[in-house]
Antibody
Framework: EVQLVESGGDLVQPGGSLRLSCAASGFIFDNYAMSWVRQAPGKGLEWVSGISGGGITTNYADSVKGRFTISRDNSRNILSLQMSSLGVEDTALYYC???????????????WGKGTTVTVSS | VMTQTPLSLSVTPGQPASISCTSS???????????LNWYVQKPGQSPQVLIY???NRFSGVPDRFSGSGSGTYFTLKISRVEAGDAGIYYCMQTMHLPRDSFGPGTRVDIK
């Protein structure tokens, strides 16, 4: 069974940093792109970042570019999101999501984790 | 920009429902595929994929759900709504990431 388990969400002050992790199991991790999608309280979905299966290609939403870094450890089946310069607008439930193919573009998101909550507040 | 209409919908069980999604740019790739997908987020749950590449039902999705469209205009139809179909339906494009990924969502309530 494919499973994605996020961790690392926390309450952090504005300007702070946080690292999210996602442990993947049940599939050949490095064959598939991975993405982070977030959902602010009471709001819709926003694709935040994606990384190709091999980890070479990455991309970011304009709202997080330059502040967030996505990475993956294919030897340990771990996806990460390093977040810095956090603002209140980054408060959201962050989902780890498996792509249907090796690239996050030209694909769809076929398995979603349950999410981890990031709250940015003083 | 991805837009959806309507933003909310109340449907009687057994009746059909339809949601439209419009993209400001064509989602047709030179390979002939169109990268428009549909997701539903049921109350208290993570989103799940329903339809990929306009009209392909994901594994396990009932054939009551169908997708159609081309280029910039797409439609999700539920032929006979059931109580368990309540949720928020999102269209999403992966042709032009990271720009304008998801539509704003359409809330479907069951009367």
């Amino acid at each position: 069974e494919v499973q994605l388990v996020e961790s690392g969400g926390d309450l952090v002050q504005p300007g702070g940093s946080l690292r999210l992790s996602c442990a993947a199991s049940g599939f050949i991790f490095d064959n598939y792109a991975m993405s982070w999608v977030r959902q602010a309280p009471g709001k819709g979905l926003e694709w935040v970042s994606g990384i190709s299966g091999g980890g070479i290609t990455t991309n970011y939403a304009d709202s997080v570019k330059g502040r967030f870094t996505i990475s993956r450890d294919n030897s340990r089946n771990i996806l990460s999101l390093q977040m810095s310069s956090l603002g209140v607008e980054d408060t959201a439930l962050y989902y780890c999501v498996k792509g249907s193919g090796a690239f996050y573009f030209y694909s769809y998101l076929d398995v979603w984790g349950k999410g981890t909550t990031v709250t940015v507040s003083s | 920009v991805m837009t959806q209409t309507p933003l909310s919908l109340s449907v009687t069980p057994g009746q059909p429902a339809s949601i439209s999604c419009t993209s400001s740019q064509s989602l047709l790739h030179s390979n002939g595929k169109t990268y428009l997908n549909w997701y539903v987020q049921k109350p208290g749950q993570s989103p799940q994929v329903l339809i990929y590449e306009v009209s392909n039902r994901f594994s396990g999705v009932p054939d009551r759900f169908s997708g159609s469209g081309s280029g910039t205009y797409f439609t999700l139809k539920i032929s006979r709504v059931e109580a368990g179909d309540a949720g928020i339906y999102y269209c999403m494009q992966t042709m032009h990431l990271p720009r304008d990924s998801f539509g704003p969502g359409t809330r479907v309530d069951i009367k």
